[in-house]
């Protein structure tokens, strides 16, 4: 029987993938290493009753965004209403959506490498293609190759993300300002991905505004301790939220996930608490780094990207999951040879990391 064949343009195509191995030490994905509270799961338990099962969920989120919309207020002089807020189905599917909505076939949509692979991948299966810009030796944008490539490729849409994955750099708002400039000028939008915009000292949020094509993506799935529950909204102007909304199916965002994303904001206390006692571990594990044969990148996330520099990257990787410690490997990925990223998990947990990576890199310093 001859089978159908995929799109010519997604032939050779690999999905996603990132190893879900059986190990006692979690630290490659970036997720929160602790659930949120256990108030937040009765919190749920008693809203269930609540949902008309038998009925489609409310299509347009609204309680759901007006909370988004009030918790990212401060954020911004004026803050935000429900019309700047588009929820979806992790800030994966409103990544989809915006290349739905603004890209496609016979546009460019521009990274600046190496990122968040998931960009130029939602670009590529979404039928846009995808361009991208090398980013310097030390990982910063190279402003110049930027500007000059959005001038000339005129990208419909530019991701930047910030702090970048893998990288864990934060752009500065000058950097962000000039690359919306160059973007408006070729009536482009920009898409910062501030997945990890809890953990950084500054956010785009502030520059958010009717009159510049700028949106912000945050999601559920990291600083708020629920990637369990596929969770990510959108920030932006009014006029974009509106351009995008017209491309999710409907009722894309079912009631559960509704409810336990209103619920999970009760707890933004306890969220900025984790958030503070991960930034403390994220310093305490760069300064264990000092004193290892490595270099690494300063990171504003909750994850750090290291490079052992007298051992093979994939070797490290290797005898970490042998003593059950799992963390990214990067080593091949590209502009990345020797890299691994691991994520800030629990105080134990990053012991035991450190202490598996020191034995590893430095067996004679190893206690
Ligand atoms: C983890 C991550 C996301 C999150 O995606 P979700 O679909 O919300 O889980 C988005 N962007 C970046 C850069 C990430 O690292």
Redesign the pocket.
Known sequence: MARPSVRSDLALFEGYHSPQLDVSVRLNT?EAPTPPPAAFVDAIADHLGEIDWNRYPDRAATALRSKIAEIESPQRSGGFSIDHVLAAN????VLQSICLAYGGAGRNILTFEPT?A?HSHIARITGAAPISVQRNPDFSINLDMALDTIETERPAVTFL?SPN?PTGMLETGDTVTRVLDAVEAVDGLLVV?E??GQFAPWTALELIDESRSLVV?R????TWSA?AL?L?YLIGPTWAVNDISAVVLPYHLDALTQTSGLVALDFYDEMTARVESLVAERERILTAFDELPLEYWSSKANFILFRPTAADGNDVWQQLVDQSVLVRNCASWPGLAGCLRVTVGTAEENTVFLQALTKILDPSSAR
């Not at 999601?219 to 990291?222: A, D, L, P, R």
């Open positions: 970036n992790g800030s994966n599917e968040y998931m993300c994955n991905d997945a990890y993506t999601t559920f799935s990291k990637a596929r990510g």
